[in-house]
């Protein structure tokens, strides 16, 4: 079972392009039973989420996407502590309690490559 943990809406500005709407039209004719918003840096879409998942027949889930220390993380909130938390950390930008949430890394990649290269099985060229 497909669950969409990474939903970003045009709440985004600028990095998502999905309307609430496309999404729970895409994830209806999926049958998929619960999704994940959680746009880069803000928490501005939670309140109509809630609304079209209900609409739509499927579990709405809250995060954000957030940088902190220098690397990329989805926070989803589990209940109460969790948004308290993560109002924490969306406001001091540092992790001190995650309790509540479930935090998911996103590694950074590098040369447009996400996987490290093995050496002496492929070279990268670079672009300039």
């Known amino acids: 079972m497909f669950i969409p943990l990474r939903i970003h809406s045009v709440y985004s500005r600028g990095r998502g392009s999905v309307t609430l709407e496309e ?4 994830l209806e004719r999926r049958r998929v039973p619960a999704a994940a918003l959680t746009d880069l840096g803000n928490l501005y879409g939670w309140g109509k989420w809630r609304r079209v998942a209900e609409a ?3 579990k ?3 995060g954000c996407e ?3 220390g220098g690397r990329r993380f989805v ?3 589990r209940g109460r502590e969790g948004y ?3 109002t924490e950390i969306f406001n001091r930008r540092e992790v001190r309690d ?3 949430l479930v935090v998911i890394y996103i590694p950074e990649v590098k040369n447009g490559d996400m996987y490290p290269r093995v050496p002496g099985t ?3 060229v670079s672009p300039n």
């Open 75 to 77: 926070f989803l909130v």
């Open 98 to 100: 995650a309790s509540g």
């Open 84 to 86: 308290a938390n993560l």
């Open 23 to 26: 999404a729970q039209g895409w």
């Open 122 to 124: 492929q070279r990268y």
């Open 60 to 62: 709405p889930l809250f």
């Open 66 to 68: 957030l940088e902190v």
């Open 56 to 58: 739509g027949g499927f």
